[in-house]
């Protein structure tokens, strides 16, 4: 709903939009909480929002600028209604929903503000959602908006999908915030999992807005990125156990995984083909692997490892390269994994990573080196941020602990 | 591309001569009509006239403004359109769905180019 009415009162005015919905919502509530909720609610609550944008234009018409091209469309007798049904149409909302993810991934906003901001906008988080989600303040959140917002008003950044070359560019940039605004929900597991769901689902249904529409000609890193996260949601609820601890890939019972959106996923691999191989397609296809297997044991780590070797082609970034490790060591043992991982040991970014240090201790104790895993696990359990995984890998420390004595 | 005026005159208004009934039929077909020109693009703007129109004119020097005094003929309003020439101006025109409910005339004229 943002969405449509940014639309209509332009990018500068976002704020205002955001007020109508607020204003919308509160008077639903207030209404629905005597009457009981309507059949359509949401039917109900594009007409309060209609009534009120009305009203504004029509009082405002003289004092506030509306930079979109269908506000003076509201100030005329003739043309209101018609303007009104137009643009909550459906298919008018779809690409409002378009337009705003192209403004709220500019490249002139950072890429923490497009992630708060497109989770503000689009998918409708509250800020205290968010902050919940992101674990950081409320403020914080507040203030990336904040920033975000006075950006699109002084760059003047447009509401629009943006065409001819600069559409492959920019679609790049919305790709990337999505498969951020994913990973940011599917990464962390403790506290709020079900807003983590939500946000993964919406990452899901944004780059579905984007399949169907016509503006774009070459879809298949699309495609990949739709597969890749669907591959990787249709595992979401396996992941943890009752009390929501980890589960990692080896201990999860593979009847909890959501096997038609997997389907889906696999569906939408064989849609990506195309003349480019993006790091998207690779990773989808190695998510693939890992559901295709029956169990753990039954993984095709040899397929999985020429894979990475293709992704550290385009990307030889720390993170891939451990990730290439445990690969690695499936097909070549753990002692070449963890000559390999020597190799990124002094990166200033992976040695604050507690990834590093579970997957080296994992390796350690394949070999028996006990002792040696003891200690790497330590340095992981100081480095997690999250008590879950804190839990997980104290485990482990217990269990080496043991075998040293 | 071109854009044109189209000036609407009708005999008497739809809103004093039309049943209430009519008056809602009326008003849905012009919404349809106008929101088909707008969604494909071809509205620029589009405004009915208000009641107390003027006139100003001039006569041996004096400008004068007095009221609008079309007795049969009025302005209801005007809609500014993109069409690709006259004919698909004209086509837009014919279309309009007043002319079913009151006598109407509409006029039909193309926009100077700037450097035209």
Known sequence: MVAVLTRIFGSENLDLAEDVVQDSLIEAIKL????????????????????????????????????????????????????????????????DQLRMMFTCCHPSISADSQVALTLKTLCGFSIQEISKAFLTTEQNINKRLVR???????????????????????????????????????????????????????????????????????????????????????????????????LTLDKQNRLQWDYSLMEIGFKNLEKSTGNLISIYHILATISAYHCSATNYSATDWQSILSLYDKLVQIDNSPIVLLNRS????????????????????????????????????????????????????????YLAPMKSEKILLQEKLLYCREKII | MK???????????????????????????GTAYIGNLMKEGKLKNANPVDKGSRIVTESNGLIKDGPFNETKEVVAGYFLVTAKDIDEAVGIAKTNPIFKDIPTKIEVHPMMDIGG
């Open chain 1, 32 to 95: 629905w909480t005597y009457k009981g909720v309507p059949n359509n609610p949401s039917a109900w609550l594009f007409k309060v929002a209609k009534n009120k944008v009305l009203n504004i234009v029509n009082r405002e018409k003289y004092k506030r600028q509306y930079s979109s091209d269908v506000a003076h469309f509201l100030q005329s007798e003739w043309t209101v209604e018609s303007a009104l049904n137009h643009l909550f149409s459906e298919q008018e909302i779809l690409d």
């Open chain 1, 326 to 381: 445990i690969a690695l060591s499936k097909v070549n043992g753990s002692k070449k994994a963890i000559e390999e991982l020597k190799t990124i040991e002094e990166n200033p970014a992976i040695k604050l990573n507690h990834l590093f240090y579970s997957t080296k201790s994992e390796f350690q104790i394949e070999l028996n080196q006990f002792k040696e895993a003891a200690t790497t696990l330590e340095k992981a359990i």
């Open chain 2, 3 to 29: 854009d044109f005026l189209l000036i609407i005159k009708t005999e008497g208004s739809v809103w004093s001569d039309l049943s209430p009934e009519q008056l809602q039929k009326h008003m849905e077909h």
């Open chain 1, 148 to 246: 975000a917002r006075k950006k699109i008003r002084e760059e003047k950044i447009p509401f629009e999908v943006p065409n001819g070359n600069d559409l492959e560019k920019r679609l790049q940039t919305v790709l990337e915030t999505i498969y951020l605004l994913f990973n940011e929900g599917y990464s962390a597991s403790t506290g709020e999992n079900l807003i983590r769901l939500e946000i993964c689902k919406e990452a899901i249904r944004l780059t579905e807005i984007i399949i169907l529409h016509p503006s774009f000609q070459n879809k298949s890193e699309v495609f990949a990125l739709l597969s890749l996260m669907q591959l990787n949601a249709s595992r979401f609820k396996a992941r943890q156990d009752d009390k929501g601890n980890i």
